[in-house]
């Protein structure tokens, strides 16, 4: 399914809902792309997952701000993946750093910078404890 159909349906979805968040908050590692980024080269070229840039898109057209809360021992490699991919315009914030605490501290983070109230973001990560945290 290309980018264009997945932004579609994703647009029709959002349409949906009376309310969206104001901020929708990613991971990375697979979250966004089916790996992590302590196993992989800055000279390799990423792949997210089938549809998530369409879904990125739609998300940016209904006007809802993106941001990333990653823990990563290889935040460059990260970097380096987000700027290959084009998605670096797609974020207001980017909070990735290897600390192991909880994702609590990018959110703070994320809170300070965008000043949107933790109850109009939406969340989404891989692992349950994450998201139990937050």
């Known amino acids: 399914m290309?980018?264009?159909?997945?932004k579609a349906e994703a647009l029709q979805i959002l349409g949906l809902f009376q309310v969206l968040p104001r901020l929708v908050v990613f991971d990375l590692d697979y979250t966004l792309w089916p790996f992590y980024c302590e196993c992989r080269s800055k000279r390799e070229s990423p792949s997210l997952y089938r549809h998530a840039k369409g879904i990125m898109c739609a998300l940016k057209e209904k006007g809802v701000?993106?941001?990333i809360a990653s823990?990563?021992?290889?935040?460059?490699?990260a970097r380096v993946f987000i700027d290959k991919l084009e998605l670096q315009p797609m974020f207001v914030a980017q909070e990735?750093?290897?600390?192991?605490?909880?994702?609590?501290?990018?959110?703070?983070?994320?809170h300070r910078k965008t000043g949107?109230?933790?109850?109009?973001?939406?969340?989404?990560?891989?692992?349950?404890?994450?998201?139990?945290?937050v």
């Open 71 to 77: 823990r990563s021992p290889t935040s460059d490699i």
């Open 96 to 110: 990735i750093f290897s600390s192991w605490t909880h994702k609590t501290e990018h959110f703070q983070k994320i």
């Open 116 to 133: 949107v109230p933790y109850k109009s973001m939406l969340f989404f990560d891989d692992e349950d404890r994450n998201i139990q945290s």
């Open 2 to 6: 290309g980018d264009e159909r997945v």
């Open 65 to 67: 701000d993106m941001a």
